[in-house]
């Protein structure tokens, strides 16, 4: 895996690893057919630079969902922030919790 920045041309537009966003949306793994692209299947593109297959992005979302899993104490926490909190303190608080 290596990292490299999209591109941003003010003829071309943007641009994520090398393909454009039209690109992007067109072959881009959707939930529905001719939907926009979803959000993993764009990360994947990003990290790996390559459009998933559908076994690959399959395990990732299982890969993705795994690793989601939070434990008791930490929803706990998490429900506990004040509900007039503002939503990215608690974004970056959840995030630094976990």
């Known amino acids: 895996m ?3 920045t999209s591109k941003l041309d003010a003829m071309e537009g943007i641009a994520y690893r090398g393909h454009s966003l039209r690109e992007v949306q067109a072959k881009g793994p959707a939930s529905i057919p001719g939907g926009e692209p979803i ?6 593109l990003l ?3 390559d459009f998933p297959s559908e076994s690959e992005m399959k395990a ?4 993705i969902f795994k690793r989601g899993e939070i434990t008791a104490e930490q929803e706990k926490l998490i429900k506990s ?6 939503a990215m303190t608690q974004f970056s608080s959840g ?3 976990c």
Do not use: A
């Open 2 to 4: 290596h990292y490299e």
């Open 95 to 97: 995030i630094m919790m």
């Open 47 to 49: 990290l790996t630079g």
């Open 60 to 63: 990732f979302k299982e890969e």
């Open 39 to 44: 959000p993993e299947g764009v990360l994947w």
């Open 81 to 86: 922030f004040p509900k007039e909190m503002h």
